[in-house]
């Protein structure tokens, strides 16, 4: 009887410990940590309020105030937040994707690594495999303002695609689904003409965004 006794703990002992595992395994894993946060000056992660060294993750908003600021890297990537600038991050092939809902953010990729920023319906993102920087601001749900400032970018509506090329300053119209089709002028392409680029500046537009674009690439950074 003892030893029917014992052997019948033993089975009730290793069946336990064989579900323990399984009981303690969490529900689903963490996410994967897209990027971290260099530089913060009155912005958020979510949230929290952050600082430099904060792990950002997919799905994060990142905010900044009236006067702060925000410098976050993703791999080899880099995006810089201005004031009152809101985006939700997420992660993309070789890079980052970010959803830009106000303010104006700067975006840069080395040769090789991309970005795509998506605002107002249009989606920007690098031409090509060389190194890029662009600077996109929210004016409205159907407006916004680019700036490619190194390397050449395509801004995409539907089907409609147009290349930006590096240097060139451009105001961006989303027009609705029913925009009237009569032609308005030799910037407005497409059968539905709901993509519209019109040139506002060359170099000179270029200038703001040099020393954000040295920022990004110095070897000195975080």
Do not use: C
Request: charged share 15%; glycine share 12%; net charge neutral.
């Amino acid at each position: 009887m003892r030893s029917l006794y014992k052997v019948g703990i033993a089975i009730v002992l290793s069946t336990s410990m064989v579900g323990l595992p399984a009981m303690a395994a969490p529900a689903s894993p963490a996410s994967a940590p897209l990027g971290v946060v260099l530089q913060a000056d009155r912005a958020t992660v979510g949230a929290d309020i952050t600082s430099g060294g904060a792990t950002i993750y997919d799905g994060d908003r990142l905010s900044t105030g009236g006067a702060g600021t925000l410098r976050a890297r993703f791999g080899s990537s880099q995006m810089y937040l201005r004031a009152s600038t809101s985006t939700t991050v997420h992660t993309l092939l070789n890079g980052f994707s970010a959803n830009l809902g106000a303010g104006t953010v700067v975006a840069s990729a080395p040769e090789g690594q991309t970005f795509e920023l998506q605002a107002a319906g249009a989606t920007i993102r690098p031409a090509g495999p060389q190194a890029t920087q662009a600077e996109v601001t929210y004016v409205s749900p159907t407006q916004l303002l680019l700036t490619a400032n190194r390397g050449s970018v395509r801004v995409a509506v539907g089907d409609e695609v147009k290349t930006v090329d590096a240097g060139s300053s451009y105001r961006v119209d989303v027009a609705p689904e029913d925009a009237d089709p009569t032609p308005q002028g030799p910037y407005h392409t497409g059968h539905s003409h709901r993509l519209a680029l019109i040139l506002i500046g060359g170099a000179v537009a270029v200038g703001t965004g040099v020393g954000i674009w040295r920022a990004l690439v110095s070897p000195s950074a975080p």
